[in-house]
């Protein structure tokens, strides 16, 4: 029995290589969901993925399945993006992953070089002992640089965060912290595909050294109009995480995108 196991984690270990979900970091990477074209008003994008990652010091492959949507009004001025995902994963009658997202930002232009923006997000991770997240936020959103092949981007959000963990003996957590970021999207010559990476930062208002760290980048490479050859890289320190989960996490996926 212990030998069967073995052999289809090593196996799903391999059909993981293949594919990867936005929901397994605590920071969700936003960034790399953004479609920075004006042109395009509306946008749906669809992830199928295997899933190859380390987390809590816990090997573990697993099948998602999520959806990006993103809506700007006609004069361009408003902007709203939904998240949604799920996974579940079982080998052998024993679960490896559930873990679940919903994210829903806005963005309103006040003029070329600046954004408020708004969001709130539930989540749900068993790996990492997260029972439930919410969180609710807002704050500007700057633009550094705004070429054609390059965009730089600064924010820096107030943020209320509502946690319950799956631990007994700790049961929830209220904080207030401020989430800033910096983001940097450049497009690859030949529109052979983009770059992405943004690095989140998210002290406690009342206890600093109370953060959470983490640099997400993602190399997008276009096989064809409609899609896209996504690698993804997360880097996730949490200076105080729940109580039996590592501080540092990392995590590496890949997959298909396809773009409606």
């Not at 929830?172 to 030949?190: G, M, N, Q, T």
Request: proline share 2%; hydrophobic share 40%; net charge positive.
């Amino acid at each position: 029995m212990k030998r069967n196991r073995v052999w289809l984690l090593a196996s799903l270990f391999l059909l993981s290589l293949t594919y990867c979900p936005i929901i397994n970091a605590q920071l969700v990477n936003i960034e790399s969901q953004r479609i920075q074209k004006d042109s395009l008003r509306f946008v749906l994008i669809a992830d199928l993925t295997y899933n190859s990652q380390k987390n809590n010091d816990e090997s573990l492959t697993f099948f998602s399945i999520a959806a990006t949507t993103q809506l700007k009004s006609k004069s361009l001025k408003k902007l709203y993006l939904l998240l949604v995902s799920s996974d579940y994963a079982i080998a052998n009658g024993q679960k490896l992953s559930n873990s679940g997202l919903f994210h829903f930002r806005y963005n309103h232009r006040i003029n070329k070089y600046l954004k408020l923006e708004a969001f709130t997000q539930m989540q749900y991770n068993q790996i990492q002992d997260l029972k439930s997240r919410t969180l609710i936020g807002a704050g500007p959103r700057l633009k550094i640089l705004g070429e054609k092949s390059a965009k730089l981007y600064f924010g820096s959000l107030y943020m209320f965060e509502y946690e319950k963990t799956l631990d007994n003996s700790i049961t929830k957590f209220d904080f207030h912290r401020i989430s800033s970021y910096f983001s940097v999207s450049l497009d690859l010559p030949k529109k052979v595909g983009e770059l992405v990476s943004v690095t989140y930062y998210q002290p406690r208002l009342d206890l600093f050294t109370d953060f959470r760290i983490s640099n997400q980048s993602s190399l997008n490479l276009n096989l064809t109009s409609k899609i896209v050859f996504s690698n993804n890289v997360n880097l996730m320190y949490d200076a105080v995480p729940p109580n039996g989960v590592t501080r540092f996490n990392i995590n590496y996926c890949s997959g298909i995108k396809f773009i409606f």
